[in-house]
């Protein structure tokens, strides 16, 4: 009982230190922001809707270039596509660096192709680029894949004709008001019981089944014959093993097989759960995809790659899928690589910039109706595919996603081939249908919905 009283009088000793100490302070001249509290930086100013919400009322006093103090430190937001292509493209090396997540971090750390900076990063950004084109990105092989996959996804599909299946994924541990507090006292809550260690151990154990694959590739490695990238990793493990300060160690393989699944895999998913609610929310715009994969593609051969030049409506469609969707719609947090001059401010080396994705997804100066799906966004006059220099859901600049094309590749073939087989049914009416998603930590997901597939 004693002990306990003294611990409670130190933490408050503690906490009235931090108050006396007045104004958080920054090197250089940071862009306006509400005035931050001592320790608690802008909490008071945070909507319990969560970060975004409360980036955008602050946003609305404060222009386009921002500061919130995210508890004790300063974290720049990059609000619309100007201000996000001006730094992320323009001062591309110096908005290079990444910043923190503070509920994954003691998990990934700086390891791995996605949280890493420095040389680390560079390093293994150019040994992942470079591997995912040996092992055929672009090229005809990965197209191969994709297409065996998506063929057993249309199996799958077959197999529970016509059941209403829910497609949603449960994921309510990085709700908004949990990832919100931790984010700003992540120093202080990390050394308490909380959600963010059930967080922990779930990675663990992803981490615990890559490593068990590891071991198996390693096992079977054929030097003359590498099959995959964990095989191009351990064959430059051993190549460098006598370098003490090589990044090709076990660690930053592991972490980078961690960050290529979430990125590469949950993403896509989503993005396609996501579109099939759509597609029920209005039946018109499937009816149009159907006719185009009629038209082009039949339904006597896969759809290929090369159909995407000739089916403008249906590319224009998975397009308004992933600016509607707004998946990320924060940003994963940059951090400039020195001292930055950006719109007249002076930007300290290691400040975190937020490119704040929604913003430019959502501008109203480049989508006509941004907060409405429609494929006519990136639609011409004459029906053709066009370009908008707001898409940018893989970001931009050069922590784009490694992935992208892989990406794009993977949702075309998957969205056609299941709509060249299947219509999708709900037993809700279109107009009843909620297309609200809920927000799951720094990214949203489609809310819970039934669906029906049915032959075609």
Known sequence: MEFSVLLFLALLAGFLLLLVRGHPKARGRLPPGPRPLPFLGNLLQMDRKGLLNSFMKIQEKYGDVFTVYLGPRPVVMLWGTEAIREALVDQAEAFSGRGTIAVVKPVFQDYGVVFANGERWKALRRFSLATMRDLGMGKRSIEERIQ????????????????????????????????????????????????????????????????????????????????????????????????????????????????????????????????????????????????????????????????????????????????????????????????????????????????????ALHDPRYFEKPDTFNPDHFLDSSGGLKKNDAFIPFSIGKRICLGEGIARNELFLFFTTILQNFSVASPVAPEDIDLTPRECGVGKVPPTYQIRFLPR
Do not use: W
Request: net charge negative; proline share 6%; with cysteine.
């Open 148 to 359: 065996e996959e998506a063929q057993c996804l249309r199996e799958e599909t077959q197999e529970h004709l016509p059941t209403s299946r829910d497609l949603t994924v449960p994921s309510d541990l990085l709700g908004p008001s949990f990832l919100q507090v931790y984010e700003l006292f992540s120093e202080f809550l990390k050394y308490f019981p909380g959600t963010h260690r059930q967080i922990a151990k779930n990675l663990q154990e992803v981490i615990s089944f890559i490593g068990q694959n590891v071991e198996t590739h390693r096992a079977t490695l054929d030097p003359s014959a590498p099959r995959d990238f964990i095989d191009a990793y351990l064959l430059r493990m051993e190549k460098e093993k006598s370098n003490q300060h090589t990044e090709f160690h076990q660690q930053n393989l592991i972490i980078s097989l961690l960050s290529l699944f979430f990125a590469g895999t949950e993403t896509s998913s989503t993005t396609l759960r996501y579109g099939f609610l759509l597609m029920l929310k209005y039946p018109h715009v499937a009816e149009k995809v159907h006719e185009e994969i009629e038209q082009v593609i039949g339904s006597h051969r896969v759809p290929a790659l090369d159909d995407r030049t000739k089916m403008p409506y249906t590319e224009a469609v998975i397009h308004e899928i992933q600016r509607f969707s707004d998946l990320i719609p924060i940003g994963v947090p940059h951090k400039v690589t020195k001292d930055t001059l950006f719109r007249g401010y002076l930007l300290p080396k290691n400040t975190e910039v937020y490119p704040i994705l929604t913003s």
